[in-house]
Every structure is written in C-alpha cells, then in structure tokens.
C-alpha cells in the first residue's frame, strides 16, 4: 500500500519538478511572480496603477526587483516603520506626504496587519514601498519640481548619483538606515535648516491665525487710533512686539511699537521707517498660509542648487538687491546691487568670472539701441555728445555722426556700434566684472549711486549695478602679487580702458530668493518681484500622478 501511494500522490510531483525546475509552490514565489508581472507591466507601459495610485519609474524599479530575482525587499519592520516616518517627515521639507503613496500604503498596512497577506497585496505592498523611497530620494536631492520646465535657459546642471539608482536602493534597504540615507540626501547649508525651522513656526501661526490690520491714514509715533490695538496684536503674534496684559492694551504708537515695526519692516523687504503706511500694511495683511508657501518654495530652490558648493563664490540674490561674496559657506562680505526691471529681468544662472575691465566702454545693446537711443539721437543732434558717446564700425574705426542721415536710418538694421567712451558719466561706472554667457550679463560700478539708498531696486536693463565695486576689486585680487590693489587703483585714477584677468577665477551664482537667512538665522521675506515663486508652488502642490512638469521627475 506505502509503494503504490507513493506511486500515486508522489510521482506525478517528481516529475513536475524535473520538467519544470524553477517551479515553486511557497508564498514567497507567489509574490514574486506578482512583482514580475508589475515590472513588465512597468517597462512597457511607464505608468502602472497599484491600488489607486500610479509607479513611474520606468527602469529604476524593474532594475531594482531583476537584480533580486523579484524577491521582496521589505522583509523587515523597522525598515518599514523607518521608511514610514521618512514620508511623515516630508511635510518638514515642505514636501506632500500623499506623493510618496503614505495613504495607500497605510491601507495596505492594515489589511495585511488583520491577516490579508494575499500575494498581490505583498506584492503590490512591497513594490509601493520601494517606489515611495525612490520618489522621496529623488525629490529630497533634486526637487520635486523640474526647474528646466519653468525655465528654458537653466544651466544649474547637476549629475545623478555616482551609481546607478536601483544600486543606490539596494544599498539603503540593505543596509537598513534608511533615515540616515535619506537625511545625507538634504542640503548642508544653514539656509536650509533655518527654512525647516520656519516652516515649522509659521505653521503654528498658520493653525491660530492672525487679525488683519485695517486700511487707513499712516500710523506714525505719538499717534492715536483704534487700529493700533489691532496691530499691537498681530505684532504679537508674530513674534515682533511683547503684550502682557491683553485687556490693557493702549491705542498709542509708542516708542516700543515703533521699534516693533521697524523690525518687522526689516523682516519683510520694507524700508525700516517705523512708519505703517500702505506697504507695511499689506505685508502685515499677509497670511500665515502665503508665508508657509513662500518657505516651501525656497526650499525646493535650495534642493535644485545648494550641493557641492564651491569653496569660494559669488551670489546674487535678484530678489533681495543683494551681491555676497562666501567663503567655506561663511559670508564673509556683502553690498547691495540693482537688478533688472520687471520688464528686462535679471536671468537665473550660474558662470565663472574671469577678468575685469577698468575704465570700461559700454556698448550699447541693441535693445537699448533700437527703442531708446536712435531715437533720442534723432530728436536731438548733440546727444551723442552730451553723453560722451562715440560710433564705430565692426572693426572699432570711428564714423563721424554728422555723415549719417539718421532720418534714414532704421533702428533694426543700424550698420554700427554705438558705445560710451570711459568717465564720470559713463553706464558701467569704473570697472566692469566679466563672466562670459549667452544672456550678456554682468556686475558693474555704476554713476547713479543715489539709487542704492532706494529699497527696491530693480532699475537696469538686466546687468547688475554694484553698490561698492572697489571692495569686490580688493576681494577678487587679495594675495596677488602682480596686481596689487594700489596698481589698480593707479590704472582706474588713470581713465585708461584695461582689461585684467583674474588669477583666481571665481564662480557667480546668480540666484532668485524670496526668502534669505540673516546673520541672526532669522529670516527676512521679500516681494517676489519677477512673480516667479507661484509656479514653483503650483508643482509642489500637484500630485505627482497629475504633474504636467515637461521634464522627467526621476531617473526612470
């Protein structure tokens, strides 16, 4: 009876397996086949939806599961629990939660928590878990939002991982440190932990609110007005003015109001008068909600920029009218600049500076040529001369500009260079500060000094006026033998045009902040003045399954 049962249940399963060797019967197999089928539905079809929610790396995640034979790779619960409170945190980077699947992998979670452990569930569980941790390491060190779809000319290029991505996935879940992992994929700069910081605060304020203050004539010191409770308390509630007795508060415009309000103004852009006019009003009007986006949109700028940094450069800040020279991450020196006008904005890019000019010709743009200065020229004949400008041919030979019947001419098709002979009048100033790219852009000294004691400004044409180009002279040519501050100085004293090149070349990062960090590490919001920060917000805060962002957001 043993021999023939054998025969008859044992057999036909001998046989199976030598016909078939890589046939299996365990659970884990099931799964796996289940993993298999989701990365061939993935190659072919990029966009596979798993339990209502979609995985789109199209590579990343097969390469991932092929190089493990499609086995899981979530075995372990302190890596889930890890990988768990990572995506929690990614609120604290003002980051969604919801695009790293947090909602459907809870539910999963939980059916497999009360004995639902199917081997598409596992499967569908184990696969969103590892596209959740690609996802948020991704967005962690790049951005979630492609910064080349907003803008066509970004030239901030930064490599991928040294290794290949479903390699960097398999190290981190191997190694179970997945906080850790995730955490060196951060920015290291103060900037960046200051604006967790504050995006934590301005959340608070966010969840009680502040009054608004109501419009009127401008509270100044001494005053009287029943508005001034209403600002003391907003005041207050931001962190600017101490109120002790909320039942006692006066309506006078103290002295230590006055205080208060200049601190505010200098934490907003404004001009520190302690005066609340209608500027100072609208920045205390605005909301606890907008400055939390506005945190969150220069967070994701400091995750496109602010690896690798060199140990020496140069940053402008468009939007804070700022130049700063750093060193080692430190701010070691800073001056005020002017920027683009609204309509000729200052273009975001990054370049390496390598000479300066002393005592500089402006040429004049052909922009500025065709709508402002032919026409100026042809009102009146000495406007040329009154603005010490000369014309030439391409090969630098003078023409005189009485031979040229300007009635004729057309601004488009002007066969000459028009450019301002080196002086006190001239656009550029003393020196000119040269890092060679396609947008023509430059520092420059400037004669219209009286304009830096303006708060906003955005006055050029897109070049960028330096308020203490001397100082940047010194810092550019500090320890050079050759060129000496002194002998620079005898050459600007000298009107005559000389170009040097820099022994150090430098690199200029000429950026676009909203938001900046003092020294104090407080942080100062500034009018976003190219209205640039709303696209930023509108990808933050799309889901990653709507995101109509041109570029691709991962490796994949």
Known sequence: MKAQAFKKFFLP?????????????????????????????????????????????????????????????WDDEKKISELFSAIDSSYD?????????????????????KGERSPE???????????????????????????ESLDPDWN????????????????????????????NLVPKTPYYRVLKRELKRYREFEKKGWPKVPTGKTLKLGMRDERIIVLKRRLHLEGFYNIKDDSNIT????EGLFEAVKTFQNHNGLEPDGVVGKNTIRALNITPKRKVDQIRVNLERARWILHDLPERFLIVNIAGFRLYYL??????????????????????FKATMKYVVLNPYWVVPPGILRKEVIPKIKKDPQYLKKNNMEIVDLKGRRVDPQKINWARVNPRRFPYIIRQKPGPKNALGRIKFIFP????????????????????RAFSHGCIRVEKPIELVKILFEGSKKWTFEKIKEIIDSKKNKVIHLEKEIPVLVLYWTVTRNKDNSITFLPDIYNRDYKILLGLDTPMELSFFGKKLWNG
């Open 437 to 456: 790219n396609k947008h023509f852009v430059f520092l420059h000294d400037t004669p219209a000094k009286a304009l830096f004691a303006k708060n906003m």
């Open 327 to 348: 060193e080692d991450d430190k701010r070691e020196w800073s001056c005020k600049v002017m920027v683009g006008k609204p309509y000729w904005k200052t273009p975001v």
């Open 13 to 73: 399963l001998i046989f199976l397996f030598f016909l078939f060797p890589n046939l299996s019967f365990s659970k884990t197999d099931d799964v796996s086949d289940f993993i298999l089928k989701r990365c061939q539905y993935l190659e072919r079809f990029r966009n596979v939806p798993v339990c209502s929610t979609c995985v789109s790396s199209q590579t990343t995640i097969p390469d991932f599961y092929r190089d493990r034979d499609y086995m899981p790779a």
């Open 251 to 254: 309506d006078s415009f103290d």
């Open 93 to 113: 980077h003002g980051l969604n939660p919801g695009d790293y699947h947090l909602d459907v992998l809870k539910r999963l979670k939980k059916r497999i928590e």
């Open 121 to 147: 569930i596992l499967a569908d569980y184990d696969v969103l878990l590892t596209d959740a941790l690609l996802r948020l390491s991704f967005h962690l060190f790049y951005g979630k939002v492609s910064p």
């Open 156 to 183: 901030f290029k930064r490599t991928l991982l040294k290794k290949e991505p479903y390699i960097f996935l398999k190290e981190v879940i191997n190694s179970g440190k997945i906080t850790k992992a995730l955490n």
